[in-house]
């Protein structure tokens, strides 16, 4: 019980900072929009959602949510709390970044009739590339490592589209 108030209280932190961040954010718009990817031990499918709010042109925070379709009539739900870092290259349509946070997941299974859930806490670590589009419109992809999980480490691959409100 202590564990999952403490997990609560450090994703909380992260959307509050990312909450008054992006009040005094340099860059007015935010970005909202699906992403898919692949987690390749299984290979297991995810389909999610994630909000970027730019922090300053470089740093931008990252929440997002997944929904994992696992094997053994097992639903996972992962919510991301994520910090971004882009290198701006001068004169190019594309952006590399790097990325790092925490996350909370939740597996529910149904056996015999009978639900159960279990929660995980675990930290990201990742990278990619974002095209940048000159529009309201942006693509990305990368891939994303969790790590000090109880489940063990995996990579997933993942991909998006960006709209800017």
Do not use: C, H
């Amino acid at each position: 019980m202590r564990r999952s108030v403490l997990l609560s209280l450090i994703i909380a932190g992260f959307l509050l900072f990312g909450g008054v961040a992006s009040v005094n954010a340099q860059q007015t718009l935010f970005g909202l929009g699906p992403k898919i990817g692949l987690y390749l031990d299984g290979p297991v499918f995810l389909i999610g959602g994630v909000v970027e709010l730019p922090v300053t042109r470089e740093w931008i925070f990252e929440p997002g949510v997944e929904l994992v379709f696992e094997q053994n009539s097992t639903t996972r739900i992962v919510g991301d709390a994520n910090v971004r870092y882009a290198f701006q290259i001068r004169g190019e349509d594309f952006s590399p970044y790097l990325l790092g946070g925490a996350g909370l997941a939740l597996d529910i299974s149904s056996r015999g009739g009978e639900t159960q859930t279990q929660t995980d806490f675990r930290l990201n670590v990742g990278g990619g590339v974002t095209l940048n589009t000159r529009s309201s419109t942006q693509y990305w992809g990368g891939l994303k490592i969790f790590f000090l999980s109880e489940d063990d480490s995996d990579i997933s691959l993942q991909g998006g589209i960006l709209f800017y409100l």
